[in-house]
């Protein structure tokens, strides 16, 4: 199998996703496993993985391999949906207004807020005492 030249990269927190393609038969593989072993028993993000599949029909003729490293799961599944969406976009130009309606191929710019000085963690404050 020949490598299909379209690479696209995702991003959510602190999680990278990177994905690119074959022609094939429609499978969907993440860090050499499939989208069930990868996510266990959290279907919250298994949703989030296959929406892009789910507003595009075109899947079934390209095998998709995603390489996705740091953050935590939650962040890896929006990485991971955000980079098929950008691939899928480079596939096919005209499933573009239906990935943008879903909000698919924007980036989700929410990080972590840092920490205060002063502070416990970034708003708590430590505990008044008026006497």
Do not use: C
């Not at 239906?98 to 929410?110: A, F, I, M, Q």
Request: charged share 30%.
């Amino acid at each position: 199998m020949s490598k299909v030249s379209y690479l696209s990269t995702g991003r959510r927190k602190n999680a990278i996703a990177r994905v690119t393609i074959e022609k094939g038969s429609g499978k969907l593989i993440i860090n050499d496993k499939t989208v069930n072993e990868y996510f266990g028993g959290l279907e919250r993000n298994k949703r989030v993985v296959m929406k892009p599949f789910e507003v595009w029909k075109g899947a079934k003729g390209y095998d998709f391999f995603v390489n996705v490293s740091g953050g935590g799961i939650s962040g890896q599944a929006g990485a991971v949906s955000h980079a098929l969406s950008r691939t899928i976009l480079s596939i096919d130009e005209t499933a573009k207004a239906s990935l943008r309606k879903e909000g698919l191929l924007t980036r989700d710019s929410r990080m972590v807020e840092r920490k205060k000085p002063g502070r416990p963690k970034a708003r708590k404050r430590f505990q008044f005492s008026k006497r």
